[in-house]
């Protein structure tokens, strides 16, 4: 195949930042996605309905002349989340979802919710508004191996969350391992967003020829069994399973540092990365429905009605891109990549 038009995909988890790195990032994306969920771990977090107006605000704001792009905006859930503010947000029309973060288990989660037990009421509330529950699926415990943190989450919170608040819909995000495709699978009124990275990388990745700290992103790659296991499910065409790039752009001297930041840097090149990963098991014909049609479907919102196109075009990933203090890294820097979006909102 040499070129694709599909219609136009959205980006079912995004982290745009703020100020004058969401100044920087924001273009990629709107480049590729008519519509993105943002991440609510700004410092402070996005809270509230007033947070969420205002963060929704800056983004608007941000955005390149004649582009149209709809931010979706979701909460951060606290220990102080009240089912109020899940109403309130709910009737605003643009909050769409929530996201839980255990305490401490990544970038800017400080603010996540120290026991999963007390969100109950709030939990309660989302079903009854029927606004989904995002979650960032880790346990947080040091005694926990990195490696096994994803399925313990699902061992010791997950399945009894699943059976308590059985038509919650709830994204399982990012997900890294055949533990939480089989979840999703056998699991009513849940889905699962998968990165490019996580698709096209193992753990091996983070350590080719040396540390590479770019590689670093949490949920961290996993063995090839379980990158195995999530381009089947993507490529399946099961509609539980979407795209969310979990872009995460960090600055590079906070990356290449002593204790460097989890994220990988996507948004430049998304479509680009997942069309490489469909094409690698002969699956383009997967890619729209996975990038396009999954995502709204599960959200209960409008398809685009737009297209891209994506030609096979070999070009290089810059080493760098402008961003504020020190320059950010995209994911395969400095590497050759087959596919390019060549139309549409480029
Ligand atoms: C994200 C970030 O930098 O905000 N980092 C990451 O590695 N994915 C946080 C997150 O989604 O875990
Ligand atoms: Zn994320």
């Known amino acids: 195949m040499e070129s694709l038009t599909i219609i136009q995909p959205d980006d079912w988890h995004l982290h745009l930042r703020d100020g004058e790195a969401l100044k920087a990032v924001l273009p990629h994306t709107v ?22 107006t205002a963060y929704r605000d800056r983004i608007l704001a941000a955005l390149p002349h004649s582009a149209t792009f709809e931010p979706l905006m979701t909460l951060y859930l606290t220990d ?4 109020d503010d899940i109403v309130a947000a709910s009737e605003s029309g643009f909050v769409k979802a929530v996201k839980y973060y255990p305490a401490g288990a990544t970038t800017n989660s400080d603010s996540g919710v120290t026991d999963i037990s007390k969100c109950d009421v709030v939990f309660k509330a989302m079903e009854s508004v029927d606004l989904p529950l995002l979650l960032h699926g880790e346990v947080t415990d040091r005694h926990v191996d990195i490696f096994d ?46 990165t490019p990275q996580h698709l096209l990388l193992n753990r091996t990745s983070i350590f080719q020829g040396g540390l590479r700290p770019h590689f670093y992103c949490l949920p961290i790659l996993k063995r090839e069994t379980h990158r195995e296991a999530l381009l089947e499910a993507a490529t399946s065409g099961n509609p539980k399973f979407f795209l969310g790039t979990d872009s995460a752009p960090h600055a590079r001297n906070r990356k290449e540092s002593f204790c460097g930041c989890a994220g990988c840097y996507s948004a430049l090149h998304a479509m680009e990365l997942y069309a490489e990963a469909f094409e690698s098991v002969n699956a383009l014909d997967k890619l729209e429905a996975f990038a396009s049609f999954h995502g709204p479907d599960f959200y209960k919102l409008p398809r685009n009605t737009g297209t891209i196109t994506l030609t096979k075009q070999s070009w ?14 995209p994911l395969r820097a400095g590497e050759d990549i087959e596919w390019k979006v060549t139309e549409g909102r480029v």
């Open 31 to 52: 480049r590729q996605f008519a519509r993105a969920i943002a991440m609510p771990n700004l410092q402070p977090p996005v809270r509230n309905l007033a947070d969420a």
């Open 80 to 83: 102080n989340t009240s089912p």
């Open 316 to 329: 290089t990933i810059p080493r760098e891109l402008p961003f504020p203090d020190s320059p950010l890294v």
């Open 149 to 194: 943190r994803e399925r313990a989450f699902i061992e010791n919170y997950l399945i009894d969350l699943r059976s308590k608040f059985p038509k919650l819909r709830i994204v399982l995000e990012h997900v890294t391992t055949s533990d939480s495709v089989e979840f999703v699978l056998s699991s009513d009124n849940t889905a699962a967003t998968i």
